[in-house]
């Protein structure tokens, strides 16, 4: 079965400073990885996505992400934080082969403080 | 020109009736999904369907039923509301092709059901 672990329920970061969201994914064969942003009462967001290739992905609104096979993980980081970066930000796994089914870790809520 | 649309946005019903959510995207996506969001925020797939053919199908009691009369809707159709239905439902799309977009899911805005 594939799955996602976020550890942190909650990250705080001053704005200005460097966030790291963390996702760790276990699957048995290759992943799509994906990260989704959630602002108050709103749907969910595509942030970007790893697939294949480079392992730094870049994505919407400065955020990029690092694939790395050997930790099995694919945090979200964003050099400097905003205080409008402030939402729950959720990473997703699709199986190589498995269909559209994405699941979805159980969400990091990010604070950005001034 | 919303890229997926759900009706209605809010939902408050009291148990035992039956109710409707729809959902409408106008991406030209060939996948649509339902997901339910709990009050811990813990999003789960329930339904997928990909041109109007049902394809996922996770352990969700019979009282919902999906529909998708083409592809660019699919409604989502629950009975006999229980109280642990209370929750915020989420459609989605993805175009289930390869290409640049491939496996990117977008979602409505949600539909906040409240049983009583």
């Known amino acids: 079965a594939q799955s996602v672990a976020q550890p942190e329920d909650q990250v705080n970061v001053a704005e200005g400073n460097p966030l790291t969201v963390k996702c760790t994914y276990s699957?048995?064969?290759?992943?799509?990885l994906f990260w989704y942003v959630q602002y108050p009462n709103r749907g969910l967001q595509f942030l970007l996505k790893?697939?294949?290739?480079?392992?730094l992905v870049k994505g919407s609104y400065g955020f990029e992400a690092e694939f790395n096979k050997s930790q099995t993980s694919f945090h979200l980081k964003k050099p400097s934080a905003l205080v409008s970066d402030s939402a729950l930000y959720f990473c997703?796994?699709?199986?190589?082969?498995?269909?559209?089914?994405?699941?979805f870790g159980t969400g990091t809520q990010l604070k950005v403080e001034l | 020109d919303t890229a997926v649309s759900q009706t209605p946005k809010y939902l408050v019903t009291q148990m035992g009736n039956d109710k409707s959510i729809k959902c409408e995207q106008n991406?030209?996506?060939?996948?649509m999904y339902w997901y339910k969001q709990d009050s811990k925020k813990f999003l789960k797939i329930m339904f997928s369907?990909?041109?109007?053919?049902?394809?996922i199908n996770e352990t969700v009691p019979n009282r919902f039923s999906p529909k998708s009369p083409d592809k660019a809707h699919l409604n989502l159709h629950i009975n006999s509301l229980e109280l642990g239905d209370s929750a915020v439902y989420f459609c989605?799309?993805?175009?289930?092709?390869?290409?640049?977009?491939?496996?990117?899911?977008?979602f409505g805005p949600g539909t906040r059901l409240t049983v009583t």
């Open positions: 989605a799309s993805s175009r289930r092709t390869s290409g640049i977009t491939a496996y990117e899911q977008y």
């Open positions: 699957v048995s064969g290759n992943p799509y």
């Open positions: 790893y697939i294949t290739g480079d392992n």
């Open positions: 997703a796994v699709r199986l190589e082969g498995g269909g559209n089914k994405l699941t």
């Open positions: 991406l030209g996506h060939d996948t």
């Open positions: 369907y990909n041109n109007k053919e049902l394809i």
